[in-house]
C-alpha cells in the first residue's frame, strides 16, 4: 500500500535533523526505497544578520550538493536519489532566492508553508489559532505559490492548526483541495505527523481532500537514518489511506 518512493528527507544541516547523508542512502535502500530525494530546509538571504534556527544556512549548501552528488553517483546501481528543498512561498523574498540558487543543478523543490510571512516577524503555521484570516492567508500564499510553477507538490498541506468553526475550516480547505485537484497535485499525508501525534495529518482535512477527488503522496519528511525503516507512524498513515480511500500518486520524478 505505500509507495517506493520518498521526496521528503532531511539531514543534519538544518540543525533538528541527526545522521549522515549516507545513512539516510543505507537505511532507505534497506528499506526498499526505488527513490530517494532530498528536501532539506531551504536557506533564505535573510536581511539584517537573521539566523534561522530551522534550517541550512547558505554557506552549507556548497556541501549539501556536493555531498549528495558524490552519493548519487555511489549508489547509482542501487537507488536513484534526486536533491531539493523544501522551502516556504515568501512573495518578496523569492526573487533573491531563485538568484541565489540558479546556478545549482537542483531537481526540485516541495512546498512546505511553515510561517505566514517572513520566519522571524511570523508565527509557526501549526500553532493553534481561531483567526479566520491567518488560515485564509495560508491557503491563499499556497495556492499562490503552487501557481509558480516552481513546487513538485505541497508537503503537509493541513499543517495549519485552525481550531475555530469546522464550517470555516472546511471552506478555506476545499478551496485549496479543489485547486490541488485541478492541477493534478497529490496531497501529502505526513509520516512524521502521525508518527509524532502532530494536528497533522488531519481526518478533517483528508475527509475534504476525498471529497474533492484528490490524489495523495506520502511524505516520511525523514529527520532520522532510522526513520526510513522504523517509522512509527507508518501504520497509522497505511490506516488513512485505507480509511478515506485515497489513491496513491505514482512516482512525480523517476
Not at 15 to 32: S, T
Request: glycine share 6%; proline share 6%; aromatic share 12%.
Amino acid at each position: 500500500m505505500l509507495p517506493d518512493y520518498n521526496y521528503h528527507t532531511h539531514t543534519r544541516r538544518c540543525k533538528h535533523a541527526f545522521g549522515e547523508d549516507r545513512e539516510y542512502i543505507e537505511a532507505a535502500i534497506k528499506a526498499g526505497l526505488k527513490i530517494l530525494g532530498f528536501s532539506d530546509h531551504c536557506p533564505w538571504v535573510f536581511p539584517e544578520g537573521f539566523v534561522s534556527g530551522m534550517r541550512m544556512s547558505p554557506a552549507e549548501v556548497d556541501d549539501y550538493f556536493h555531498s549528495l552528488e558524490s552519493l548519487r553517483k555511489e549508489y547509482e546501481k542501487d537507488i536513484k536519489i534526486f536533491i531539493g528543498f523544501e522551502s516556504e512561498y515568501i512573495p518578496d523574498f523569492m526573487e533573491a532566492q531563485d538568484k541565489f540558487l540558479q546556478d545549482y543543478p537542483l531537481d526540485y523543490m516541495i512546498l512546505g508553508q511553515h510561517f505566514l510571512n517572513h520566519e522571524y516577524d511570523s508565527p509557526y503555521a501549526g500553532t493553534q489559532t481561531a483567526d479566520e484570516a491567518a488560515l485564509k492567508r495560508y491557503v491563499d500564499l499556497v495556492i499562490e505559490g503552487l501557481s509558480s510553477g516552481r513546487y513538485l507538490y505541497l508537503a503537509h498541506p493541513d499543517l495549519m492548526n485552525y481550531i475555530g468553526p469546522s464550517e470555516i475550516y472546511e471552506k478555506h480547505m476545499t478551496r485549496l483541495c479543489k485547486y490541488l485537484k485541478e492541477n493534478e497535485i497529490p496531497a501529502e499525508i505526513n509520516m512524521l505527523g502521525a508518527g509524532d501525534g502532530r494536528n497533522y495529518p488531519s481526518e478533517p482535512f483528508l475527509s475534504i481532500a476525498k471529497k474533492a477527488g484528490c490524489t495523495c503522496i506520502v511524505g516520511i519528511d525523514a529527520h532520522t537514518p532510522a526513520s526510513l525503516t522504523h517509522n512509527r507512524g507508518r501504520q497509522l498513515v497505511k490506516d488513512l489511506i485505507q480509511k478515506y480511500s485515497l489513491p496513491l500518486a505514482p512516482p512525480l520524478l523517476s
